[in-house]
């Protein structure tokens, strides 16, 4: 299948040839396109990028395995060498338009600056723990993403810091607080992805705020976490709907704002409808389950002709909805053949709305070909 950027520059030859646009327009098109087009990785460059981590990786387990033999001295050199080799030779792939090998060895160096971390702590008796090795292996990461202006080095300290939260919340580290300095990371590695262009890093780290708001909900009282983020998410869904000019130039996420608002709104809508289910007046859960069934309404009618994402996010959003409106309300009434019967309509009408709301969906477009 042809990419995006092929399509789009073979419609500008025809319609350069139909006469509809004039020779400086389509140069211009033209040039638009190649230069907002994303590079995309050939075969040749993955398997380069595979091999440089499975030698990076290779290297590190033969330092671990011969620890006690290697001199101190030079374990420290040598991984001081590892990582720096990684950088320094990567920008040197980078300049001779070996993007995709470059990058891969910068990713070698910020795992081996991860893993020197760890051995030199283990050797020298270094006081601290794992929260903080995971901090301070994030932090050089995205100095080093900011300092080599590198996509994957943000991508990958967003990551560090999704696992120091994850270990943190879950209390894998035995931790006294709550991980509030998630937001303090977040703001920062947000703020470091414009720098380096990475969309990538912008779509995980509001992931990761919502499932840091997950936690909250587990840690503190749920109305007072969940309600607000129902209300934020619906206000920024309709501002991304509605302004979506003015959202993705401050964003810059490719009009993929509503996607994340709906994701919030219906996590904010389960958290509250599970705190709502073990009460003996559904009268709450019921009235919850109705705004989240308009909202998937709401959220299609507005957005899904532009984005079969959000569309197929509402119809995951409304199976959860049937779901637990089932085993919440009915449950009681059935038996288990029942329940199967009950899952069989459940899935059929589904289906059925799927199928009804894909054709509205692709009925202009058709009938503005057959015009």
């Known amino acids: 299948m042809a990419s995006y950027s092929s399509r789009v520059r073979a419609d500008i030859a025809r319609w350069l040839q139909a006469g509809l646009i004039d020779a400086p327009t389509a140069d211009a098109l033209t ?17 380069a990028m595979m091999a440089a981590l499975l030698f990076g990786a290779a290297v590190l387990i033969f330092v671990a395995a011969n620890w006690e033999v290697i001199p ?18 990567g920008a040197v792939l980078k300049t001779r338009d ?14 081996a600056f991860g893993g020197s971390i760890a051995l030199i702590g283990q050797m020298y008796h270094l006081s601290g723990d794992e ?14 993403a ?26 894998y580290f035995g931790r006294t607080e709550f991980p509030h300095l998630f937001v303090v990371m977040a703001i920062v590695l947000f703020a470091i992805s414009f720098w380096t262009r990475s969309q990538a890093a912008r779509h995980l780290i509001i992931l990761s705020v919502i499932f840091y708001l997950v936690l909250m909900v587990m840690e503190y009282e749920t109305l007072l976490v969940a309600v607000p983020l129902v209300v934020v998410s619906a206000l920024l869904f309709a501002a991304a709907i509605f302004a979506a000019g003015s959202v993705d130039r401050i964003v810059q996420l490719s009009g993929r704002p509503p996607l994340h608002a709906l994701i919030g709104f219906l996590t904010g809508l389960a958290m509250i409808q599970f705190e709502l289910a073990d009460d003996n007046n559904n009268s709450g859960f019921a009235i919850a389950s109705a705004i989240a069934l308009a909202g998937i ?14 569309r197929w996010i ?15 309300m009915l449950q009681s009434m059935l038996d288990t053949a029942g329940f199967f019967l009950a899952a069989a309509v459940l899935l059929g ?3 059925l709305v799927i199928i009804r709301i894909e054709k509205r969906m692709r009925s202009p477009s058709v009938e503005g070909a057959a015009a």
């Open 72 to 89: 101190r001295l030079a374990r420290v050199a040598a991984l001081f060498a590892i990582i720096i080799a990684g950088y320094v030779g």
């Open 314 to 328: 509402a119809y995951a959003g409304f199976a959860f909805e049937l779901a637990i409106i089932y085993v919440v």
């Open 349 to 351: 009408i589904l289906a």
């Open 297 to 310: 309404v709401a959220a299609i009618m507005l957005g899904g002709r532009e984005s079969r994402g959000l």
């Open 98 to 111: 070996h993007a995709a090998i470059g990058e891969a060895l910068w990713i070698v160096a910020a795992a």
């Open 131 to 144: 929260a903080s090795a995971l901090i301070t292996w994030g932090a050089g990461t995205a100095l080093a």
């Open 146 to 171: 900011v300092a080599l202006r590198s996509n994957p080095l943000t991508v990958a300290a967003v990551g560090i810091a999704d696992a120091w939260l994850f270990l943190r919340g879950l209390d």
């Open 31 to 47: 040039r638009d396109v190649e230069a907002n087009q994303r590079r995309s990785l050939s075969f040749g460059s993955i398997l």
